[in-house]
């Protein structure tokens, strides 16, 4: 249990960290429930740039269908936290 929760708190600050990176925006306003278009400004272009940052950051190959249905940095979290 503790191990699931020091890996979920690390990849949560790591995707805040890339978020911040390609979005341009503070840490502090990236809230788990925060909308990546919506109140973090992602267009088309940098949601791509931004999935492919995640995919580098973690290893791993995110497919386009699934990028494309994340809507807030909660559902991104839980996406790399099941596929890290």
Same mark, same amino acid.
């Given at each position: 249990?503790?191990?699931?929760y ?16 390609? !979005?341009?925006?503070?840490? *502090?306003e ?7 278009? &919506? #109140?973090?400004? =992602? ?5 791509i740039? !931004?999935?492919?940052?995640? *995919? ?8 386009? &269908? #699934?990028?494309? =249905?994340?809507?807030?940095?909660q ?6 936290? *099941?596929?890290?």
């Amino acid at each position: 249990m503790q191990a699931a929760y020091v890996k979920r708190s690390t990849i949560e600050e790591r995707v805040k960290k890339v978020i911040a990176e390609q !979005l341009g925006v503070n840490e *502090e306003e990236i809230t788990p429930n925060a909308r990546l278009v &919506e #109140d973090l400004g =992602a267009d088309s272009l940098s949601s791509i740039e !931004l999935f492919l940052a995640l *995919e580098e950051e973690f290893d791993i190959e995110i497919p386009d &269908e #699934d990028a494309e =249905a994340w809507t807030t940095v909660q559902s991104v979290i839980d996406y790399i936290t *099941e596929h890290a």
